[in-house]
T-cell receptor, first 117, second 110 residues
Framework: DAGVIQSPRHEVTEMGQEVTLRCKPISGHNSLFWYRQTMMRGLELLIYFNNNVPIDDSGMPEDRFSAKMPNASFSTLKIQPSEPRDSAVYFCASSYHPRGDSNQPQHFGDGTRLSIL | SQQGEEDPQALSIQEGENATMNCSYKTSINNLQWYRQNSGRGLVHLILIRSNEREKHSGRLRVTLDTSKKSSSLLITASRAADTASYFC??????????FGKGTRLSVIA
């Protein structure tokens, strides 16, 4: 079975440009999570969705960040305008929560390594 | 807020030795999970232990949970070079998403 698929795997762009990261969760999973990983701050939860609805976006660092999940098989994380401090590895993860809780194991994609020059 | 904290931050052992990593947390949990992350890859779920369980095994992995001390340990027996990775604990509380620690970097030297 295909796992969580993220694209692109690497992105290098100049400061001020718009960046769009994409994620295809595992089919049948009803929760989707976006994380950012840096050496300094570790793995940070940015936002998560249940049944395509954003539940908690308190981890989104600024208004420059936005995320959407238009359907059960696709999500985007957008940064506009991008800044050098946004450089990090961004992960998408999905899981299946039959009772609507968020405690189940998560399946991660291999991430997008983002570098903002 | 950070829930799980792994200890040590880094660990280097010889192939064939056992590796033990610890995780401490602050509040009550529903379950605790361990993940592995190889360089350049995403996290991979290894094992889940529920709050009413004390020990769980999966292959060469052994996980213990002590809810009175709010701590867990992950033991990898007979380590191999392929076990070289970062290992994270993640705690599940209430209806909130998992909270991950900063991980232990394990190096297994052949």
């Amino acid at each position: 079975d295909a796992g969580v698929i993220q694209s692109p795997r690497h992105e290098v762009t100049e400061m001020g440009q718009e960046v769009t990261l994409r994620c295809k969760p595992i089919s049948g999973h009803n929760s989707l999570f976006w994380y950012r990983q840096t050496m300094m701050r570790g793995l940070e939860l940015l936002i998560y969705f249940n049944n395509n609805v954003p539940i908690d976006d308190s981890g989104m660092p600024e208004d420059r960040f936005s995320a959407k999940m238009p359907n059960a098989s696709f999500s985007t994380l957008k940064i506009q305008p991008s800044e050098p401090r946004d450089s990090a590895v961004y992960f998408c993860a999905s899981s299946y929560h039959p009772r609507g809780d968020s405690n189940q194991p998560q399946h991660f994609g291999d991430g997008t390594r983002l570098s903002i020059l | 807020s950070q829930q799980g904290e792994e200890d040590p931050q880094a660990l280097s052992i010889q192939e064939g030795e056992n590796a033990t990593m610890n995780c401490s947390y602050k509040t009550s949990i529903n379950n605790l999970q361990w993940y592995r992350q190889n360089s350049g890859r995403g996290l991979v779920h290894l094992i889940l232990i529920r709050s009413n369980e004390r020990e769980k095994h999966s292959g060469r992995l052994r996980v213990t949970l002590d809810t009175s001390k709010k701590s867990s340990s992950l033991l990898i027996t007979a380590s191999r070079a392929a076990d070289t990775a970062s290992y994270f604990c993640a705690t599940a509380s209430g209806n909130t998403p998992l909270v991950f620690g900063k991980g232990t970097r394990l190096s297994v030297i052949a």
